[in-house]
């Protein structure tokens, strides 16, 4: 059996060929940039004025105090022109600064009164209150690079720059298959004997959360049924998840079904806990992920394998991060254990504190870790204290 870091490196070798593709920005998000954005214009693109109340001529402070008010000037309104030195447009946040003015006074520091706007302070300078034209780009500026990860904050800006369409790296089509007689339909009464299937919905929201759609379906513990199902999703879909069947069970007929059908298997056990049994192969530019079936393995292979693999596909830069473990933990087997924990911040720092189960077929509690640290595979007292690797389930970035 081979250690986490060796399955990584496997992963890590055998990366998915994704071509590029041209979508509506709004389908973009969580997709990475295929070619560089540049600024189609300025930003801002005009002198803007950032508080509601006056413009006036810095200038003429010197001599006046009192300003008559020639009009208004709003946001999404051509450009006015102020016609004398010592008058005054109300202007709004995000309008065009208007003509002739270069200063915006705003409402709380003036009095209005029968069309004459009363300034107290004579002591500003002009540009005050305005946001000048190309301070934050200017046209021809990349403002995104090619390989840039479209979270929400890139996808305004792509609005902003007019970039309706986006040159983007293809995510893969995913199919994620639950396994198993045992299982029945959420909305469906278990016999005594059954439960309800949960593990591809889990796989189903975190691809959700990589930008994936992915699929969903059913097979049962049937050799030649799982062998022609699986043929068939080999077509269509380029990535296929498995929870359950990949271990030692009479029934654990994926990894035999997998060879049958022409798939290398690169990996089967890796010296961890949980997700001992975890299984990757692939068919050319088809690939397989058997996560064990119980629940905490198939979402830890999930983080710990698949998402650094899709990572590595898309070139994206992966954060690693760590925390302090706020507990002594004993773990006397030497494979990495990936301890189930939830995550405080205290004092500026980040804490894990292992969340109490019953392994890994406890579902119950396994939603109360919000990551898990990886413990070294050298039997141990792991003290408090100490820093560890973690990884989180709900972290949207790499
Ligand atoms: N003799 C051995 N037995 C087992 C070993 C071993 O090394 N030798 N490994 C154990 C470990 S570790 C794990 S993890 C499990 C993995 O088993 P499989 O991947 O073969 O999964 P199944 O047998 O199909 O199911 C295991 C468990 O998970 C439940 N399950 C499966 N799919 C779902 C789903 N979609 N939603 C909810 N729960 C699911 C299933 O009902 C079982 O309880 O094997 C150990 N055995
Ligand atoms: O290691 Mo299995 O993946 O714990 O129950
Ligand atoms: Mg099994």
Known sequence: MI????AKEILSKNPIALADTSLPFQQS???????????????????????????????SLKSNKRYHIEGIQAAGQPQLSLSDAHHCLEVMTGAILPKNTDCVIPYEKIHLLDGVAEVDDTGYSPFHNVHLKGTDAKKGDRILQKGTWIHPGKLSVLASLGKAQVEVRQLPKVLVCATGDELVPVAQQPLPHQIRSSNVFMLEAALKSLGIKGQTAHLTDHREKLKTEIEKALETYEVLLFSGAVSKGKFDFLPEVFRQLGVEILIHGVRQKPGKPFLFGRKGNRFVFGFPGNPASTLVCFHAFFKAWLGTSLQRETESSSAI??????????????LLVKTVLREGKVWAVPVKNSG???????????????????????????????????????
């Not at 473990?325 to 254990?337: A, G, H, M």
């Open 3 to 6: 250690s986490v870091d060796e």
């Open 29 to 59: 998000l969580y997709h990475t940039l295929a070619s560089d954005v540049f600024a189609d214009r300025d930003a801002p693109p005009f002198h803007r004025v950032t508080m509601d109340g006056i413009a006036i001529r810095a200038a």
């Open 325 to 338: 473990l706020s507990d002594e933990v004993l773990f006397n087997r030497p494979v990495t254990y990936h």
């Open 360 to 398: 890994s077929g406890d579902w119950v509690h396994l939603s109360e870790a919000d990551a898990f640290l990886s413990l070294p595979a050298v039997p141990s007292v792991f003290k408090k204290n100490d820093v560890f690797p973690i990884t989180y389930f709900h972290k949207d970035s790499f």
